[in-house]
Each structure stands twice: as C-alpha cells, then as structure tokens.
T-cell receptor, first 117, second 112 residues
Framework: AQKVTQAQTEISVVEKEDVTLDCVYE???????LFWYKQPPSGELVFLIR??????QNEISGRYSWNFQKSTSSFNFTITASQVVDSAVYFCALSETYGGATNKLIFGTGTLLAVQP | KAGVTQTPRYLIKTRGQQVTLSCSPISGHRSVSWYQQTPGQGLQFLFEYFSETQRNKGNFPGRFSGRQFSNSRSEMNVSTLELGDSALYLCASSLMGNTEAFFGQGTRLTVV
C-alpha cells in the first residue's frame, strides 16, 4: 500500500542552523513522483519540488536541497542557514502512476518547523 | 498569471445543511483535485477531475460530491453536513497527470 511517513512532528531550530526534514515512502509502483510542499500559517500549500522515481540526482535550489535515495525509499529535505521565514509546516507527498496518470497526492502528516530568531 | 482561486474563504454552516465550494484553476490547467485537511486526519484526497470527468476518488462517503465545468472550474458539494466535516478544503490545479499541483488558499468550513 502507498504511504508517506514524516516521523518528525515538530522541529525547532535557531536562525542560521541547518535543518533536515525526513520523508520515507512506500509504494508498489515502479514509476512514481515525490513532492515537497510548504504550508505557511495562511494555509495555502506552496509547491517546492517534484521528482520522478528515475531521477535520483540530488537537487539544490538556493538554500534548499533534496536527497532522494531509492534504496532506502527516502526523500529528505534540507534547509541550509534557516531563516524565520522558513517557519511553516512542510509536507512530503507521493503520486503513483499504476492506475494511469493522476494528480492524486498521498501526503505525509507534515513536520512543523519553527525557526527562532 | 492568476493562481488558484477558491471561494468562499470562510463558511459557517449548521449540521444537516449542505454546502457548495468553488475552485477556479490556473488558466490552461485541466485537472482539479480536492483535499480535506483536519488536525486529526491530516491532508486527505477527496477527488480529481480532468476534462469534466472524475478521474480518481478518495475514501469519503457519498455526501461528498464534485463536478467540473467545461471551463475547468470545479465545485464540490457536501450534503447533510456533520460536525466532523469542519475542515480546511483545498483545491489543487494541475496541467495534466503527475505534474506539479498548485493549491488555492482553501475554504475553511465550520459546521456548528
């Protein structure tokens, strides 16, 4: 069965610290997609990244980086030199393809990141 | 480029009533998905529409329904509201399958 696990419920760091948010997924599918979203207090989910199962290259975008490891079914997200504006709930999500193209996202329970000044 | 627009932003309804929520996707996007977010259950998929057809459905009772119009705008309806339906309802817009989903700000429904 498909599942996304974010074991860290809450993380608190001080500004400028690096922080890694963990994501572990389960799927029967061989072709799937992984996503990270940020949800600030306003409620809107903000898209951060999409990665397909055949692309295991790590990605860096500014202070954000993602580490995809198929061998451990993990897709971890690191924020370097965190800032107060990074405070939000972060969700990891999975989208499968075995039933055909779909935009159905299976979300993890989210990690609340609090960055203290 | 305008983002995803959900209306209304806030809604208070009484148990037993019905409610209709609206979502206007990003121009050119043909897929609209709906999600329910609650503190207890997290983010749960309700259904997805693509070119006016329901392509996928989550595990929700039949009281939850939706539709999509020819201009890709979508509505979801909840009939016979229960207290447990109180939630943030989020709509997501995508170009096609397995692509990035862009979310609206949501409609916060409170059932009293």
């Amino acid at each position: 069965a498909q599942k996304v696990t974010q074991a860290q419920t809450e993380i608190s760091v001080v500004e400028k610290e690096d922080v890694t948010l963990d994501c572990v997924y389960e799927t029967r599918d061989t072709t799937y997609y992984l996503f990270w979203y940020k949800q600030p207090p306003s409620g809107e989910l903000v898209f951060l990244i999409r990665r397909n199962s055949f692309d295991e290259q790590n990605e860096i975008s500014g202070r954000y980086s993602w580490n995809f490891q198929k061998s451990t079914s993990s897709f971890n997200f690191t924020i370097t030199a965190s800032q107060v504006v990074d405070s939000a709930v972060y969700f990891c999500a999975l989208s499968e393809t075995y039933g055909g193209a779909t935009n159905k996202l299976i979300f993890g329970t989210g990690t609340l990141l609090a960055v203290q000044p | 480029k305008a983002g995803v627009t959900q209306t209304p932003r806030y809604l208070i309804k009484t148990r037993g009533q019905q409610v209709t929520l609206s979502c206007s996707p990003i121009s050119g996007h043909r897929s609209v998905s709906w999600y329910q977010q609650t503190p207890g259950q997290g983010l749960q998929f309700l259904f997805e529409y693509f070119s006016e057809t329901q392509r996928n459905k989550g595990n929700f009772p039949g009281r939850f329904s939706g539709r999509q119009f020819s201009n890709s705008r979508s509505e979801m309806n909840v009939s016979t509201l229960e207290l447990g339906d109180s939630a943030l309802y989020l709509c997501a817009s995508s170009l096609m399958g397995n692509t990035e989903a862009f979310f609206g700000q949501g409609t916060r429904l409170t059932v009293v």
